[in-house]
Nanobody, 124 residues
Framework: QVQPVESGGGLVQIEDSLRLSCSAS????????MGWFRQSPGKEREFVGA????????YYTASVKGRFAISRDNIKDVVYLRLNVLKLEDTAVYFC?????????????????WGPGTRVTVSS
């Protein structure tokens, strides 16, 4: 199973941009759709968006559509989440996870080896 590692989080201000990375060493990484999720303080983990294995398709939850962008580099085995026009409510720990594309389109993922994620804090 792909075991991803997230990085790139930090403290930013409202309307700033940030790029998160998700990498894995498994060869199957480039054959796997990937999802981004986040968990805000006191809330359940929620779906942010997903990208298909070949990078040709992306899907986003409504609250981030138009502001966030997912891309991937299957040569470097990295998936990126570009966060633009950040809002206070984007403050969260961000996670990535491998999954079936059809399942990710429902906002869910069958994955239970969550890592520590990467923290994004948006301040005013």
């Amino acid at each position: 199973q792909v075991q991803p590692v997230e990085s790139g989080g930090g403290l930013v201000q409202i309307e700033d941009s940030l790029r998160l990375s998700c990498s894995a060493s498994e060869r199957s990484f480039r054959e796997t759709a990937m999802g981004w999720f986040r968990q805000s303080p006191g809330k359940e983990r929620e779906f942010v968006g997903a990208i298909s294995a070949d990078g040709g398709n992306t899907y986003y939850t409504a609250s981030v559509k138009g502001r966030f962008a997912i891309s991937r580099d299957n040569i470097k085995d990295v998936v990126y989440l570009r966060l633009n026009v950040l809002k206070l409510e984007d403050t969260a720990v961000y996670f990535c996870a491998p999954g079936r594309w059809a399942t990710l389109l429902t906002g869910r993922v069958d994955f239970d080896s969550w890592g520590p994620g990467t923290r994004v804090t948006v301040s005013s």
